[in-house]
């Protein structure tokens, strides 16, 4: 039995975590939420100085190797400091060229998603139409699609890749609950796209890798709004007493506990078992996303209400837990929808 | 991080499913799929001595002790192999998880020599006497005295929740033997024997009818001197280092039966139409995720290599699949209807299902209720504050 980290992915979490919490500070996120929501420099660093980008990327196309497991680990740091970074466009996008583009498409692509010159966004479109190698319609809700210079654009079995700077596409930033992942709408208008070369591959790989990148943000989340929760129980005192001495207080911060635990074991079953080629790959990935998701949102709502007053306000960092934990529930699938899919898995399709 | 078992273990899988398999097909299959603690307890007894006469008694003990020192890995596959054969569980379960580890913890080699075959060999049964009617979530409170007199323990009080102790040999009390002392300090620990005069055991029946929990009244009841494990006054240590047992390896059998359990929620489901049910298929996918995390959760807390950090899957293990199990119960009376709330014979006994929900109200309150395991997460899992505790 071995469902544990290696050496190596310990060293990884280490480092990912000190990077984190250094770089990724409060101060920092909020200046990026007041912009275009991605802290840039904060990017370029974790690229090129880390070279962690190239993690979960196979080495001939520049990445670092690894798997999913590593890639987990970084967006579980990452998470934890609710940081205003591309990496979900990342995880999609990389993934999806890497599992389903041409040689080509990987040589042109991928150096530059991994040295973080180019950041990227998928969206799942609805009502695209495509001929003769232009597409048009509209895809809603690209997450950091505002600062975007790559798009995967997938509808059905078909997937391609457009670029920002394209004749015939407008990009519409939205303000956005959570500022540090704001939506745009594309609107397409005969926009020149680049089909994959394996478009069903890519789709799948772009879907499992922002599910591990969710799920494993949202795992950190979580672990981060019990931690400072955890922290403020012990230094607030009313009644005489540090509120966490309270069981009306303490039992919810075990409940939390609980669940944290849970996901935790279901965001690194999905990502080894994605690594792993596992037959239970599928039904892994749909339980990590939905229970983290919901996970985060439990634990990051449980942080305003176990602060009370101050969790409320602007200032106090709670709601950023708390928009980042609402936003991905609704990312990339619901709980609902992913429970479903496990119902079909077990008891076929509803008659 | 891997997901499953070395090549070794996987051999070592089958040779456990052959044996067991070959087992329950052959001489002991009028036991197969029995789930109750209390059925057919005489041929269960004779199967607990063919386990011993095959070495898969207890397989974790030194091979002095009739085990055959096997891993960690290799205890979860037979564990695991074991409920999947439909093999029923052991009736000295208390014997082989809790007093053979006691006794190889804390026992003399004199005591070990006298107990750890007979119970490898299922031949001593034994129970548990820790709560009373006044010391249930609150152990550290009992009242049941015992006193040396003429080089002979003599043991007063009551015992209550003994599960088992109609069909066991031997009890292991925990009791107050300084006088006037309080909580944890004065206890003593006492292995004793059932069958005597100041023995008095009185079933108690369960809200589904059954009765597989007893009271236990001791009046005048005695042990030799040398009965005791660890010294006098040591009983907390000693109780405390026993629980600690109660979690680990025999999870993952546990959870075959948790499976065996959300597939006939399923096949119910299948078979009356609620699949059909939106929100049934919801729970139903929920209850599946949660059992796999379970599976994982587990896998992750016997990965665990440096035994001096807390482990929180290990800390949040009993609240997350009692809890698990009970919502099953509730999901599986859904997914029946009335049906449900009918029995399909003359007395009050229970089909599977219907047994689950009523059996599972108890999964959240022994062995540490889910409000006892909520303090204990967040004091020593969160270094909560302790509860301030009233006069002992």
Known sequence: MEFTFTDEQLMIAETAKAFFSENATSERTRKAMAADGVDHALWDSFCTELGLAGIGLPEAAGGAGLGMVEFAIIAEAAGAQVSALPLLGLATVAQAIAAGGSDAQQAEHLPNLISGATIAAFAEGQGLSHAAGKVS????????????????????????????????????????????????????????AEPLANPVAAIAAARAGGWIALSAEALGGAQAALDRTVAYAKERVQFGRAIGSFQAYKHRLADMMVEIEQARSAVYWAACAADEGSDEAALALHAAKSFAADTYFKCAADMIQLHGGIGFTWEHDAHLFFKRARAIQSMLGNGAWHREEVAKMILGEAA | ?????????????????????????????????????????????????????????????????????????????????????????????????????????????????????????????????????????????????????????????QKIWTSLAHISDWIFVVTRSEEGSKGPKGLTFLMMEIDQPGIEIRPIKQINGDAEFNETFFTDARCPADSLIGAVGDGWRVAMGLLAFERGVSTLGQQMGFRNELDEVIAAAKANGAANDPLIRQRIAKAEIGLRLMRYGALRMLSQTDHSKIDGAALTYKIQWASWRRSLGELAMDVLGQAGEVADRDHYEWDVLPNLFLYSRADTIYGGTNQIQRNLIAERGLGMPREPRGDV
């Open chain 1, 137 to 192: 319609g509209t895809a809603q809700f690209v997450p950091h699609g505002a600062v975007a210079g790559l798009f995967l654009l997938a509808q059905g079995d078909a997937a391609w890749l457009v670029k920002a700077d394209a004749p015939g596409l407008a990009v519409k930033a939205h303000v956005t609950m959570d500022q540090t992942r704001p939506f745009a709408t594309l609107h397409l208008d005969g926009v020149t």
């Open chain 2, 1 to 157: 991080m891997k997901l499953g078992f070395s090549a070794a273990d996987e051999d070592f899988r089958r040779e456990c499913a052959d044996w067991l398999n070959g087992q329950m097909a052959g001489e002991f299959k009028d036991i197969k799929g029995i789930t109750t603690l209390t059925e057919k307890a005489e041929r269960r007894k004779e199967w607990e001595q063919q386990l011993a006469a095959h070495k898969w008694s207890c397989i974790g003990w030194p091979e002095a002790w009739g085990g055959r020192n096997a891993t960690l890995a290799q205890q979860v596959i037979f564990a695991e192999e074991y409920a999947r054969a439909g093999v029923p569980g052991r009736v000295n379960h208390i014997g082989i998880e809790l007093a053979g580890p006691t006794l190889l913890a804390f026992g003399t080699e004199e005591q070990q020599k006298r107990f750890l075959p007979g119970i490898a060999a299922g031949q001593t049964i034994f129970c548990q006497g820790f709560s009373e009617p006044n010391a249930g979530s609150d152990l550290a409170s009992v009242r049941t005295k015992a006193r040396l007199e003429g080089g002979e323990w003599v043991v007063n009080g």
